[in-house]
């Protein structure tokens, strides 16, 4: 158990660690490209671990080496190439632990999928019905467990390339296949509801990929949101260059909503990505009244910045549709605004959060109600009426990272603490969290 007490102002600047999106793709897209990869500032935190001993096992370099930024390792990886699983693969099934991680899980499917003559088993604790069957339609053998629960046997195939229309908004399962359409015979396109987070797309434009991107006219079929396709054509090669991960946004919010709630703050975050397709929070704070600052950095392959939070009063919102994908790890951060906002917060079209870590619109109403919200679930997300903050208690991570960190920042900014039972799941994204916000707390 890990208590936090009620804090005075967070003060001071902090970078968050590296992206957690970006650090998978990167360590795997390296592994499909061919030469050497420096990653300066690869996440060095669980899932990113898992990514790097996947890679490794499946025959790629992946050598690291101190880091100046916290809670990062510089990577070097040496690639195999787009068809270097198939040809490494020498002694019968390979088992691939993807642990908690729930990109690894749905990426890397997509490259195996396409190796003629490979057959691997993934295993970890993270459901994948939702891979399997676009992998299906273009011709590799997937099987899972009770239709959608690892292990997974990927049997690789000679694949064709489909038009897949995505029936929720995934960037997981979007990756998926576009990774899958590099090794299929003729394009692949993929149709999302609703535009989701676009780093694997930016990773292979980079690395020599043919990956267009067209916004469509709304379809009312898929909701009447402003519906993408992507269409990936085959490739030959990827080549990789030097890639430096920005600061994680999803990271950075926790302290972006301490420092809003906790009174009489002021927090500069530095080094943040502030790609389009992962900032809805900030759209959702400033809709609520919150004093915010945010620059950018001059534009790199992924944009960066620095964000300015202060603590201020809060106008409660509506938070749904095409915003929902673009928020979709902050969204139990938005409850949590909603607890300390004037009037009812509703988060709605969210029944995603269901398929997290932990069933998160279950456990943030249970977790929050307990702190001493007025919270209720509703199918598709929540409502959540502010009784000016929260008087604080125990909270269960439930093994999910985000809910502890989320229980660790209430705790400061309540009114008799919070007792976290499950801290240690931080570590799944964000090892310095407790020392960053303690550091924080102590004007550091
Ligand atoms: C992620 C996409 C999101 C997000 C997850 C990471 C990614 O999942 O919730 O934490 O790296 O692509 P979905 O794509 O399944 O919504």
């Given at each position: 158990?890990?208590r936090?007490?009620?804090?005075?102002?967070?003060?001071?600047?902090?970078r968050?660690?590296?992206?957690?999106?970006?650090?998978?793709?990167?360590?795997l897209?390296?592994?499909m490209?061919?030469?050497?990869v420096?990653i300066?500032?690869?996440l060095n935190?669980?899932?990113t671990?898992s990514t790097?001993?996947?890679?490794q096992?499946?025959?790629?370099?992946a050598e690291?080496?101190a880091?100046d930024?916290?809670?990062a390792?510089?990577?070097?990886v040496?690639?195999?190439g787009?068809?270097?699983?198939g040809?490494?693969?020498d002694?019968g099934?390979q088992v691939?632990?993807a642990?908690n991680?729930?990109?690894?899980?749905?990426?890397?499917p997509?490259w195996?999928a396409g190796?003629?003559?490979?057959?691997?088993?993934?295993?970890?604790?993270?459901p994948v019905?939702?891979?399997?069957?676009?992998?299906?339609?273009?011709g590799?053998a997937?099987?899972?467990?009770?239709g959608?629960l690892?292990?997974l046997?990927v049997?690789?195939?000679a694949?064709?390339?489909?038009?897949?229309?995505m029936?929720?908004?995934?960037a997981q399962v979007?990756?998926?296949?576009?990774?899958a359409?590099?090794?299929?015979e003729?394009?692949t396109k993929?149709?999302?509801p609703?535009p989701t987070?676009d780093?694997?797309?930016r990773?292979?434009s980079a690395?020599?990929?043919?990956?267009?991107?067209?916004q469509?006219r709304?379809?009312p079929?898929?909701?009447?949101?402003?519906a993408?396709?992507?269409t990936?054509?085959p490739?030959?090669?990827?080549t990789g260059?030097p890639?430096?991960v920005?600061?994680?946004?999803s990271?950075a919010?926790?302290m972006?909503?301490?420092?809003t709630?906790?009174?009489?703050?002021?927090v500069?975050i530095t080094?943040?990505?502030l790609?389009?397709t992962r900032v809805?929070?900030l759209?959702?704070?400033?809709r609520?009244g919150a004093?915010?600052?945010?620059d950018e950095?001059?534009e790199?392959?992924?944009?960066?910045?620095t964000?300015?939070a202060?603590?201020?009063p809060?106008?409660?919102?509506?938070?749904h549709g095409?915003?929902?994908p673009?928020a979709?790890?902050?969204?139990?951060?938005a409850?949590?605004l909603?607890c300390f906002?004037?009037?009812?917060?509703?988060?709605?079209?969210?029944e995603?959060?269901r398929?997290?870590?932990?069933d998160?619109?279950a456990?943030?109403v249970?977790g929050?109600?307990?702190?001493?919200?007025e919270i209720e679930?509703t199918?598709?997300?929540f409502?959540v009426?502010?009784?000016g903050g929260?008087?604080?208690?125990?909270?269960?991570?439930?093994?999910d990272h985000?809910?502890?960190?989320l229980g660790?920042i209430?705790?400061?900014?309540?009114r008799?603490?919070?007792?976290v039972?499950g801290?240690h799941?931080?570590?799944v994204s964000?090892?310095?969290?407790?020392?960053d916000l303690r550091?924080?707390?102590q004007g550091k």
């Open positions: 158990m890990t936090f007490d009620p804090s005075g102002p967070l003060r001071g600047e902090l968050p660690p590296p992206d957690k999106s970006i650090s998978h793709r990167a360590a897209i390296a592994a490209s061919e030469g050497t420096e300066s500032g690869y935190a669980a899932d671990q790097r001993q996947a890679v096992q499946l025959g790629a370099g690291s080496s880091s930024r916290s809670g390792i510089d990577l070097r040496e690639g195999i787009l068809r270097g699983p040809l490494h693969q002694q099934t691939i632990d642990g991680a729930g990109t690894l899980m749905r990426l890397l997509g195996l190796q003629e003559r490979g057959e691997w088993v993934l295993d970890g604790d993270r019905d939702r891979v399997s069957e676009p992998l299906r339609e273009m590799a997937v099987k899972c467990r009770e959608r690892p292990p046997d049997r690789g195939a694949l064709r390339g489909i038009a897949y229309r029936p929720v908004a995934s979007k990756s998926c296949v576009l990774l359409g590099l090794l299929a003729g394009e993929i149709t999302e609703a987070r780093h694997t797309e990773l292979l690395w020599g990929a043919n990956v267009q991107t067209e469509l709304t379809l079929t898929l909701g009447g949101g402003p993408r396709r992507i990936v054509q490739a030959e090669r990827l260059s890639l430096d920005p600061g994680d946004f990271s919010a926790f972006a909503v301490a420092a709630i906790v009174e009489g703050s002021r500069r080094g943040v990505g790609n389009p809805g929070l759209g959702i704070l400033n609520m004093a915010l600052e945010v950095d001059p790199r392959f992924e944009p960066t910045g964000i300015g202060l603590h201020g809060l106008e409660a919102t509506r938070v095409e915003e929902v673009l979709i790890d902050e969204l139990p951060l409850a949590l909603g906002a004037n009037g009812t917060t509703i988060v709605s079209g969210a995603e959060l398929r997290k870590e932990s998160r619109i456990t943030v249970e929050l109600r307990g702190l001493g919200a679930a199918e598709d997300g409502a009426t502010g009784r929260l008087r604080g208690g125990r909270l269960d991570a439930h093994g985000r809910l502890a960190m660790a209430v705790g400061l900014a309540s008799e603490g919070v007792e039972e801290m799941a931080a570590a964000y090892p310095g969290f407790e020392a550091a924080l707390a």
